[in-house]
């Protein structure tokens, strides 16, 4: 709760003080999606790159665990280095792991500027698909073949 809400704080600093320099911003086009997989439609806004967002997915007993971490950017008030791995979401699966796995690489492939949008309280984020250096896809196994791994681009969307 307290990492939340210190980055809550952190993009609070960010829309307040990149909007009113102006610094870093870009407009952003990308097809948004809901959790299900279901398109909304191409959007675009003025945003400012935050940094980068690691998912881990794997199956605990009958759960779907997900871990996070993050990288901030310097230049947008955080430490830019990787934070630790911290559970964000455990629930009963929707779908298989391998199922899931190759539907978001799917959907991915047909759309490849295919993002969520993330709703806190005093702002919006946006959070693309990006390919790590030596990867092929933003999905890839880890090493065990127990859990598979999820790089995104994060975005602070102007108020």
Same mark, same amino acid.
């Given at each position: ?8 704080? /952190?993009?609070?600093? +960010?829309?307040?003080? #990149?909007?009113?320099? $102006?610094?870093?911003?870009? &407009? ?43 990288? /901030?950017?310097?230049? +947008?008030?955080?430490? #830019?280095?990787?934070? $630790?791995?911290?559970?964000? &979401? ?70």
């Amino acid at each position: 709760m307290k990492k939340l809400l210190a980055l809550m704080v /952190i993009f609070l600093v +960010v829309v307040k003080v #990149g909007f009113a320099l $102006d610094l870093n911003i870009e &407009r952003l086009t990308f097809t948004e999606s809901r959790p299900d997989g279901t398109i909304i439609g191409t959007v675009t806004v003025d945003a400012i790159f935050a940094g980068f967002v690691q998912q881990n997915i794997a199956m605990e007993g009958n759960l779907q665990v997900i871990r996070e971490r993050q990288f /901030i950017n310097v230049d +947008v008030g955080g430490d #830019g280095q990787w934070s $630790d791995w911290e559970v964000t &979401r455990r629930f009963p699966p929707i779908e298989p792991i391998l199922q899931l796995y190759f539907r978001l690489l799917r959907e991915w492939s047909m759309n490849p500027r295919i993002a969520a949008r993330i709703h806190f309280s005093v702002f919006q984020a946006v959070r693309i698909a990006t390919i790590p250096d030596g990867r092929s896809s933003p999905f890839w196994w880890s090493n065990d073949g127990r859990s598979f791994y999820t790089l995104t681009e994060l975005w602070v969307i102007a108020p």
